[in-house]
């Protein structure tokens, strides 16, 4: 299929590369940093030969979310921005920015993203997970009452926000002693994304903000297959509700959330993905460099689905989503 559009595609600057380092194995490093620092050229041929017109990169992770300090965690977000704002720039018909966010500082975040997109052009954000710092120890995740004035800030530019895995930190990783290869893609990454949105779900988050949109990677993070029994659990016992969200929590994963197959490119999944969420709510990816773009298109454009839903998962979604018929400012 040609003309799609890529949209959990990583990219570092020289002050995050190395928070990559150890996701894949020694011996593959230079070829994984070399991928990370490039933009316009491996990058472009490997769109160009897999029919991807546009890509939305989005800085490596855990990066700006692993700095406790509010105010470099803000300096570097912000020099991420700006580096890939213009990179952007050189080749708009081709790329549009997902903004880095000090989420250390909701209200340093706000602000970073109302820049991103009111002066730079982008169309969105990617923050990878939980924050370190934020003032208190440990993680902290952004169902709290203090990200309120965040996400009205989100709904009010009308972008989406793209949250994105990272490892749980040591403290919080004991069911994992013993079992490093449990860490990142394999199982870690999904888990402690999907508590994640779970917690915004139940928080009451989209009771005050029915337009927030949210998207996560890697075919929902195990959400499509798991959140009917999420609200239905036990169903013959009656017992109240304990969480402030007024409906099934169901209701807003099919309503305001969209999921991309990044780094999951699996026909079964993809096919279980479109009868829970809804094809309109799935939007393709590769999740390039750590995965291979041509893995990635190759699959997509065989798999055995209808013409139309190929059409509106690979291009039509996220041009819609992301606005990207708007002219690219820079």
């Not at 928070?19 to 472009?44: H, I, N, T």
């Not at 096919?271 to 590769?286: R, T, W």
Request: charged residues 25%.
């Amino acid at each position: 299929m040609q003309g799609k559009v890529a949209l959990e595609e990583h990219f570092a600057i020289p002050d995050t590369v190395m928070d990559s380092y150890g996701f894949l194995a020694d011996d593959v490093w230079e070829e994984l940093k070399a991928r990370l620092l490039d933009l316009q050229e491996r990058r472009l041929r490997e769109m160009d030969a897999h029919g991807i017109e546009m890509m939305l990169p989005s800085l490596n992770a855990p990066a700006v979310q692993a700095i406790p300090d509010p105010a470099r965690a803000a300096a570097l977000a912000a020099r991420a921005n700006d580096f890939l704002a213009e990179e952007v720039s050189k080749r708009p018909e081709r790329f549009r920015g997902l903004a880095a966010l000090p989420m250390q500082d909701p209200d340093a975040a706000a602000r970073e993203l109302a820049r991103c997109v009111e002066e730079l052009g982008f169309v969105g954000a990617l923050v990878n997970g939980f924050s370190e710092g934020a003032g208190r120890p440990g993680a902290t995740y952004y169902d709290l009452p203090q990200y309120r004035p965040f996400w009205a800030e989100v709904e009010r530019l009308g972008v989406p926000f793209y949250l994105h895995p990272r490892n749980p930190l040591p403290e919080d990783a004991a069911i994992y002693a013993g079992h490093p290869w449990l860490m990142g893609p394999t199982w870690a990454f999904g888990q402690e994304t999907a508590v994640h949105a779970l917690r915004l779900m139940a928080s009451g988050l989209f009771d005050a903000h029915p337009g927030l949109r949210i998207i996560l990677g890697h075919m929902g993070e195990g959400l499509p297959y798991s959140i009917w029994r999420v609200d239905n659990r036990n169903g013959w016992v009656k017992t109240p509700k304990v969480y402030p969200a007024k409906r099934p929590l169901g209701d807003y994963f099919r309503e305001n959330f969209f999921i991309t197959t990044s780094g999951n490119f699996r026909t079964q999944t993809l096919i279980d993905a479109m009868l829970e969420i809804g094809s309109d709510h799935i939007l393709f990816s590769a999740d390039w460099p750590f995965e291979n773009i041509d893995h990635a298109a190759n699959w997509f454009d065989s798999c055995t689905i209808a013409e139309l839903d190929r059409k509106k998962i690979g291009r039509t979604n996220a041009w819609q989503l992301f606005g990207l018929d708007r002219p690219a400012r820079g």
